[in-house]
């Protein structure tokens, strides 16, 4: 075979390759269906409860609490309302409040546990509010709640769609 044929026997067999590789994909190349990652449906499954916050006066978290399932129900988060319901993580929140001669802040600490009492994840923040030295929950508000809340109910879901 000369160097000739053997030149033009190459060509041809990489036009048709190339042909054949346009025609599998086509052109442009038709979308791939998108399949959800496990750990997004697992995490639909997980069932929270939440315990009363520490260390903030009670009105204040009453209102942390309320936030806290008008915020999970809109992150698509299950909190069963029967007490007796058995659930795969119990979340625990704490906070603080610091004030200084320009206001006050309120730390939070929100930890998430699993059924065997095992720390899962923690998450830590903290929101400016306008108290005193003398009395620093004195500025925090049902707003500052709010706030914290939806800070820490985002992280929550945050976590647990990111497959942990």
């Not at 160097?3 to 054949?20: E, V």
């Not at 791939?32 to 997004?40: E, I, T």
Request: charged share 15%; aromatic share 10%; with cysteine.
């Amino acid at each position: 075979m000369g160097a000739g044929r053997i030149a033009k026997a190459t060509a041809i067999l990489c036009a048709m390759l190339s042909l054949a590789a346009c025609g599998s994909l086509g052109f442009p190349p038709k979308p791939v269906a998108q399949v959800p990652a496990p750990a997004l449906d697992v995490a639909r499954y997980q069932t929270f409860a939440m315990a009363p916050p520490t260390g903030v006066p009670g009105n204040l978290g009453d209102a942390y609490l309320r936030q806290m399932y008008i915020r999970a129900r809109q992150e698509g988060l299950n909190f069963p309302t029967a007490p007796d319901t058995k659930t795969n993580y119990v979340i625990k929140t704490h906070m603080n409040a610091v004030g200084d001669d320009s206001g006050s802040t309120v730390y939070y600490i929100v930890d998430i546990y699993d059924t065997d009492g095992r720390r899962a994840t923690r998450i830590v923040g903290h929101e400016a509010a306008g108290g005193t030295y003398s009395d620093p929950w004195s500025g925090a508000s049902t707003g500052t709640m709010t706030t914290i809340a939806l800070k820490a109910m985002f992280s929550v879901s945050a976590w647990l769609f990111s497959g942990r």
